[in-house]
């Protein structure tokens, strides 16, 4: 009894721990889907460019990025706090 | 400051009013609940489907239903056709015959997008739907019953339905309620809200945002757009004509409209 019903013990104490303590993280750390990619994602172009022999040989060549644009009336106010809700697409 | 979320139309709800009580809210989401089982495509005996299958009668209709149905009519004249509630055929023809959590059907040949007031008529009380025409209200209809909530919640309030939302009063400062949009934090005071975007009920080959020029899924360059507007309908309006545009023609025809936009 002793020793080998404290380690079990102690185990089971431990397993239980870590299945309520990642169940409470996950709850309180929800995904954003709508949250906007930071830094803003980059369109990448490869291009194909044909070698001498004629054969087709992808070249990766990063180009045409587009970064997301925001344009705001002047009367429209900014602000560092965190907004209580957002929009997004549903 | 109360606050209040649930699920309902098909989306994720949230209500914050300031100067109000936690049973003004309960009976908000109450009235939501409601507005959903009349409004839905995918309940047979929802008072939509009852008249999508009117079979081109004139037939009664509930205040609200009415009222979006005006709504409708404004958006697509406001939108140059852009915005039609009448692509229901088209989108289920893609495949999004039923709710989104069920997956897609089979896809089969778009029918060609009647302009809206072809086939819809309107007079006190009634309503008549040409035969073989159909509506998804979608958009339209979490914009404008935003706006209802935050018109019948408080002076101070702010209703979000699904990312379509209306921001009454200046909220707890007074200066405006924090909203994120595009990445920003903004105070939005009496001003709307909403994001139009293929990046969600997406599937392989196709979305739901339907462009009535073609009958198709939109082939747009933009993946998302956010705008304000001075109501949530109009935020929603606005929206889906930038996304439908493309990068290079919705600035120009936000500008003058609306107060603020992100396009991505």
């Given amino acids: ?31 954003n889907d709508a949250a906007p990619l930071q830094p803003p994602a980059q369109t990448q172009v490869v291009l194909v460019i044909p070698t001498s022999r004629g054969a087709a040989t992808p070249s990766p060549i990063p180009r045409a990025t587009r970064s997301p644009r925001i344009t705001l009336a002047p009367g429209v106010k900014a602000t560092e706090l965190p907004g209580i809700t957002y929009t997004h697409v549903s | 400051m109360e606050r209040r979320r649930f699920e309902s139309l098909g989306s994720e709800c949230e209500l914050y009013a300031i100067g109000t009580d936690a049973d003004a809210l309960a009976a908000a989401e109450s009235w939501t609940r409601r507005m ?142 924090p909203v994120g949009f595009g990445g920003k934090t903004l105070l939005l005071k009496d001003m709307g809200a909403a994001t139009s975007g293929t990046t969600k009920r997406a599937w392989p080959g196709g979305h739901h945002i339907i462009d009535p020029r073609s009958g198709l899924p939109a082939k747009s360059d933009l993946r998302e757009v956010s705008v304000l507007a001075s109501t949530a309908i109009d935020a929603e309006i606005y929206a889906k004509v930038a996304l439908l545009l493309g990068s290079r023609d919705a600035p120009k025809w936000l500008e003058g409209r609306s107060q603020g936009w992100w396009l991505t």
Avoid: C
């Fill in chain 1, 1 to 31: 009894m002793g020793r080998a019903t404290t380690l079990r013990a102690g185990a089971a104490l431990v397993a239980a721990a870590t299945f309520v303590g990642s169940g409470a993280y996950v709850s309180a750390h929800p995904k």
């Fill in chain 2, 36 to 177: 959903h089982d009349r409004l839905t495509r995918f309940e047979p005996r929802s008072e939509v489907s009852r008249f999508n299958a009117s079979g081109g009668r004139w037939v009664a209709v509930s205040l609200e239903l009415a009222a979006l149905l005006r709504e409708s009519l404004r958006a697509f004249e406001v939108s140059d056709g852009l915005v039609n509630v009448a692509v229901l055929p088209a989108l289920l023809a893609t495949g999004y015959t039923r709710d989104f959590d069920a997956g897609p059907t089979a896809a089969t040949d778009p029918p060609p997008v009647p302009a809206l007031p072809e086939v819809l008529q309107l007079r006190p009380g009634e309503a008549r739907l040409a035969g073989g025409a159909a509506i998804d209200l979608g958009g339209i209809a979490k914009g404008w019953l935003a706006d209802r909530l935050a018109e019948q919640l408080a002076e101070n309030a702010l209703a979000n339905l699904g990312g379509d939302l209306f921001a009454r009063g200046g909220g707890e400062t007074g200066e405006g309620w």
